[in-house]
């Protein structure tokens, strides 16, 4: 089964940085593309951000460009999103996720990893 182990996450300010992990578990994180996916209450989970396998290519959402940075490392087997200048709307459940595909973006329908339990982001004064 193909899953992942989320962590970080958390309630910051407008304008504060988090950053979140996606640990693979059972397989190499660089197999395959991974994506971050984001669901705020009452609205439909969104891709946000992806990196292809091979980190050939990356993908972001535009209401996060500038904004938000996916990156990998190998050695760890994760996969990390790097979140600043966040902004009130950028608060949901944040996920991570792939298709066992090679390529980005991801829509949500071809996921086939288990969704985690998510990380919840809040941004808030």
């Known amino acids: 089964q193909v899953r992942f182990v989320e962590s970080g996450g958390g309630s910051v300010q407008p304008g504060g940085s988090l950053r979140l992990s996606c640990e693979a578990s059972g397989f190499p994180s660089d197999a395959y593309a991974i994506s971050w996916f984001r669901q705020a209450p009452g609205k439909e989970r969104e891709g946000v951000s992806c990196?292809?396998?091979?980190?050939?290519?990356?993908y972001y959402e535009n209401s996060v460009k500038g904004r938000f940075t996916i990156s990998r490392d190998s050695a760890k087997n994760t996969v990390y999103l790097q979140m600043n200048a966040l902004k009130p709307e950028d608060t949901a459940v944040y996920y991570c996720a792939t298709d066992q595909g090679s390529t980005c973006p991801i829509p949500v329908f071809r996921i086939v990893s288990s969704w985690g339990q998510g990380m919840q982001v809040t941004v808030s004064s």
């Open positions: 990196i292809s396998r091979g980190e050939a290519s990356t």
